[in-house]
């Protein structure tokens, strides 16, 4: 189900697709049923936990904190974007007011920090970080107000940070996805082929935000127009593909990887998710793809759970040798 905004702000969103079918309700948030079975709960407590959702931009994590917020919760809560209020400045003055002050109704309060791994988490030397600061504040000030964090790079929050919160890995589910796609398609009455939409829209999840745009900018006279189009792979992806597939010196593959760290910010997640979709168009035979596959996917679930995420992308990539 969509949600159709207001006719004011529908006249605002006329031309931008993407915010004129931004999810207002819990119903229309695509997520997985674990997830929003303990949204619900949170919501018959009337409290959440603190809580970190993280995972690739565009997946619904910031929509998802408003919605807590303005519907499950019904409270009051302070915004902040970490890329552009990153000061511990911030925090000692702008958060620690809001959170030490009882609400109005007698709810709890949420502080939601966007972004906040633009937060800074290193201190200058005459002070702490942005981050150190915070982590008193979620201790102090808990019985009245609680934080929705939200990160496109867990590797970016500080641990004490991330001790302190229940963290979600927010992925929409492929199905969902694509047929949030489609309901967007149908509410614009757009023509479409049904056997071209699914591999159409997969290739830009889980930014679902991307693929709404996408299907935006490739809507020509009321049809979507499809054109097929290589799929640009990062080149440290097709290198370190490359080496395995040579079987290059193993002590060197961990050096171009770590070296190009930047390429994909140090996100061992996003390395090697982007070298599953890599693989899974490779011209190699069948019985290889398959066991790369299964080493890249366990080594994907491997990630939420290691403290070292370097040494488990090392390790799953030396398992492909």
Same mark, same amino acid.
Request: glycine residues 6%; hydrophobic residues 40%.
């Given at each position: 189900?969509?949600? @159709? ?12 697709? &993407? ?17 929003r ?15 970190? @959702?993280?995972?690739?931009?565009? #997946?619904?994590?910031? !929509? ?13 809560? +302070?915004?902040?974007? #970490?890329s ?12 620690? $007011? @809001?959170?030490?002050r009882?609400? &109005? ?12 791994? #633009? ?12 981050q ?8 102090e ?15 970016k929050?500080? $641990?004490?940070?991330?001790? %302190?919160?229940?963290?979600?890995? &927010? ?8 047929? %949030? ?13 049904k056997?071209?939409? &699914?591999s ?5 999840y889980?930014d679902?935000?991307k ?10 006279d ?17 290198? +370190?593909?490359k080496?395995?597939?040579?079987k ?23 390395? +090697? ?11 190699? !035979? ?36």
């Amino acid at each position: 189900m969509l949600v @159709f905004i207001p006719m004011n702000k529908i006249d605002q969103y006329k031309n931008l697709w &993407i915010e004129k079918y931004r999810p207002k309700k819990l119903d229309d948030l695509v997520l997985d049923s674990k997830l929003r079975n303990d949204i619900l709960k949170w919501g018959e407590a009337g409290e959440i936990p603190h809580l970190l @959702f993280y995972g690739n931009a565009g #997946g619904g994590k910031s !929509t998802l904190a408003k919605v807590i917020v303005n519907e499950v919760l019904d409270c009051q809560y +302070l915004y902040i974007n #970490g890329s552009e209020q990153s000061g511990v400045d911030v925090v000692r003055g702008l958060i620690i $007011d @809001f959170a030490e002050r009882k609400s &109005i109704d007698g709810k709890l309060k949420v502080v939601i920090i966007d972004e906040c791994e #633009g937060m800074s988490s290193v201190g200058s030397g005459s002070g702490s970080s942005a981050q150190q600061a915070m982590r008193n504040v979620m201790e102090e000030h808990s019985h009245l107000a609680r934080f929705i964090l939200t990160s496109n790079y867990l590797n970016k929050i500080i $641990d004490p940070i991330e001790s %302190r919160c229940i963290a979600y890995h &927010i992925v929409p589910p492929m199905k969902g996805f694509i047929l %949030r796609c489609i309901e967007v398609l149908d509410a614009e009455k757009v023509e479409y082929r049904k056997p071209e939409i &699914i591999s159409y829209v997969k290739q830009y999840y889980p930014d679902l935000r991307k693929a709404v745009n996408a299907i935006q900018r490739d809507t020509l006279d009321g049809k979507l127009v499809i054109t097929k189009k290589k799929v640009e792979h990062k080149k440290i992806v097709v290198d +370190l593909f490359k080496h395995i597939l040579q079987k290059k010196d193993t002590h060197a593959l961990r050096t171009l990887m770590i070296e190009n760290g930047s390429k994909f910010s140090n996100d061992y997640r996003e390395l +090697l998710s982007d070298m599953f979709n890599y693989v899974e168009t490779c011209n190699v !035979t069948d019985d290889v793809k398959r066991n790369y596959l299964i080493e890249l996917s366990s080594g994907l679930h491997k990630h939420e759970m290691v403290a070292d995420k370097e040494i488990n992308a090392y390790a799953t990539l030396l398992r492909m040798y």
